[in-house]
């Protein structure tokens, strides 16, 4: 792993991705077009609603984008924690009915390791509670050695941000060192401590909620991922 500027690695996923069939797609304005459900852009994926729920048809069944992002909510941990942010930039790549999971944390972890030369013994992985589809891929696939992956509830690995494409998720955390933690004998991936890094949330986008707790299973599943260029940059600049 080596020092990488951040315009340097904003290309470098833009190229990887593109080598993986994805159409680069510049970043959409942060004031939303037709969608009365969002005051800002909040996620890379949020542009794309009509594209996911298969009212539009994209541009390719594949995408790639570095997306500027306003996150409101986050205003109250900026300066609280070293991750929280309110204007950021979100790398993701994205899949309408195409690929699912097996690819999604495949490159994820190929980008990760190979790409960007992540040491393997301080990467850990997340997966929704009761998620063993996505624990299969991470530890038989992939090879991720089952100590270093955690179950979270939905609190932590289920996306939604209002109404529209949801589902869940599994994400990767950085293991910045102990001496970033809180202490605690039980610190692990999810602690609010400044230890374990997550960037890089894999949204398996199966559901269409309505931002009241109810949920519709749409007909092709998608993949939505974010991975925050300003937490990566953190990484690989120690």
Not at 201 to 210: E, P, T
Request: hydrophobic residues 35%; proline residues 5%.
């Amino acid at each position: 792993m080596e020092w990488t500027g951040l315009n340097e690695l904003r290309e470098q996923f833009y190229r990887f991705f593109e080598g993986k069939g994805h159409l680069r797609l510049p970043s959409f304005p942060l004031m939303p077009h037709d969608d009365a459900s969002l005051l800002l852009i909040n996620s890379g994926m949020a542009p794309m609603k009509k594209w996911f729920l298969g009212v539009e048809t994209p541009p390719n069944k594949r995408v790639v984008t570095c997306q500027k992002c306003i996150r409101t909510p986050d205003i109250e941990n900026v300066g609280k924690t070293a991750r929280h942010g309110t204007y950021f930039e979100m790398l993701g790549n994205f899949s309408f009915g195409d690929y699912f999971k097996h690819e999604a944390c495949a490159w994820a972890w190929e980008f990760s390791t190979k790409t960007l030369g992540l040491p393997v013994d301080r990467l850990w992985v997340s997966v929704y509670e009761d998620d063993d589809e996505a624990i299969e891929i991470w530890t038989k696939e992939i090879g991720v050695d089952p100590k270093r992956i955690v179950r979270l509830g939905k609190e932590d690995n289920f996306w939604e941000i209002g109404s529209g494409p949801c589902g869940p998720c599994s994400e990767i955390y950085f293991d910045r060192g102990e001496e970033y933690g809180c202490g605690k004998s039980d610190c692990a991936p999810g602690c609010d401590c400044d230890r374990y890094m997550e960037y890089w949330n894999l949204v398996f986008s199966q559901f269409n909620g309505d931002g009241e707790g109810h949920y519709e299973r749409m007909t092709h599943p998608n993949i939505d991922t974010g991975m925050g260029l300003e937490r990566l940059a953190c990484i690989m600049q120690g």
